[in-house]
């Protein structure tokens, strides 16, 4: 039986190993065209699956379907995922969490392979169907924690800031705020550690280091809440935005001078984005960085999330 959840729960261990053997057959049974194996990444994937009351799943089902070598990106990602949503509706009915199915192509994940996303992947999966993992991912290099990009840091902060905003623009689904406030106080301590080459692969280690570095139990606080999740959030709004605010400034203190260089291929790349220059202040800056300038500043001055920032996130996210 897998490992799948954070601590001892053989009862969700052996739900998830039933779930991706089914789901497993199913796949295999629809002979997707270019499709070479699917595995079950995120937490689940490498043993850190939340566990909520009851032994119920409580985190997305995160699968990772790869491509066939070669194959063209764009119409075999889009073809790829057409055909598993099938089994990516059925799944999410049956176990009550979304089952999501991201495909990749080799050259994508090879591209792609000093984002921590890739990382972990390789560092923790589930054979679904298909090749195995060790045959589909055999190709990306292992990174050490201590030297992922700068850049890393900075995509932490935009996903888990534009989170924060979504949480604060009226919703009033508790447990949405609630996930969105623990996310954003684990991506202020892992961009913290990312900055400062002290990132660890496993959440209780990251706690030990952030604590080594003065944390004062926020961030093991929502480790726990992570993977045990509790009605009662680990801390409340105010405090979240505080506290990304504050890794925000720790995270620039950091960085040099190359990592907010402007360039003519980083303008070029927002201009075939998004079909437009842009705010000249940001001009020739990475796209992940502009996006998280544009959320800074949201989040600093209490504004209400433009439309035109939430567009820029979801192209460059």
């Given at each position: 039986?897998?490992?799948?959840?954070?601590?001892?729960?053989?009862?969700?261990?052996?739900?998830?190993?039933?779930?991706?053997?089914?789901?497993?057959?199913?796949?295999?049974?629809?002979?997707?065209?270019?499709?070479?194996?699917?595995?079950?990444?995120?937490?689940?994937?490498?043993?850190?699956?939340?566990?909520?009351?009851?032994?119920?799943?409580?985190?997305?089902?995160?699968?990772?379907?790869?491509?066939?070598?070669?194959?063209?990106?764009?119409?075999?990602?889009?073809?790829?995922?057409?055909?598993?949503?099938?089994?990516?509706?059925?799944?999410?009915?049956?176990?009550?969490?979304?089952?999501?199915?991201?495909?990749?192509?080799?050259?994508?994940l090879k591209h792609d392979e000093g984002r921590i996303m890739v990382q972990e992947l390789v560092r923790g999966y589930f054979d679904v169907a298909g090749k195995k993992g060790e045959e589909l991912f055999s190709g990306i290099a292992r990174i050490d924690a201590a030297k992922l990009p700068w850049m890393?840091?900075?995509?932490?902060?935009?996903?888990?800031?534009?989170?924060?905003?979504?949480?604060?623009?009226?919703?009033?689904?508790?447990?949405?705020?609630?996930?969105?406030?623990?996310?954003?106080?684990?991506?202020?301590?892992?961009?913290?550690?990312?900055?400062?080459?002290?990132?660890?692969?496993?959440?209780?280690?990251?706690?030990?280091t952030l604590k080594a570095q003065g944390d004062d139990g926020l961030y093991a606080r929502a480790v726990e809440w992570k993977f045990r999740p509790a009605e009662e959030p680990v801390c409340d709004l105010e405090t979240a935005r505080e506290t990304w605010?504050?890794?925000?400034?720790e995270m620039i203190a950091a960085v040099g001078d190359d990592d907010y260089k402007r360039t003519l291929r980083n303008a070029a790349r927002w201009l075939a984005r998004r079909r437009s220059v842009g705010g000249l202040a940001t001009f020739g800056q990475d796209p992940v960085v502009r996006v998280l300038d544009g959320v800074e500043r949201c989040l600093r001055e209490r504004l209400a999330l433009p439309a035109s920032l939430k567009r820029d996130w979801e192209i460059f996210n």
């Open positions: 039986m897998g490992r799948h959840v954070s601590g001892n729960c053989p009862e969700l261990d052996r739900l998830v190993d039933d779930a991706c053997a089914e789901m497993g057959r199913e796949i295999e049974s629809l002979c997707i065209p270019r499709l070479a194996g699917v595995v079950l990444g995120g937490g689940y994937g490498r043993g850190e699956g939340g566990v909520r009351s009851g032994n119920a799943l409580s985190n997305d089902l995160d699968f990772f379907a790869v491509a066939e070598d070669g194959a063209p990106e764009a119409e075999t990602v889009a073809a790829i995922g057409e055909a598993l949503k099938p089994v990516s509706g059925k799944w999410t009915k049956k176990l009550g969490v979304d089952v999501d199915f991201a495909v990749k192509t080799p050259w994508r890393e840091a900075a995509r932490l902060m935009m996903n888990r800031g534009m989170g924060l905003l979504f949480a604060m623009a009226g919703n009033r689904d508790r447990a949405f705020i609630n996930r969105n406030v623990n996310k954003c106080i684990l991506g202020a301590g892992d961009a913290f550690l990312v900055s400062r080459g002290l990132y660890r692969w496993r959440a209780e280690d990251r706690a030990a605010l504050d890794g925000y400034i």
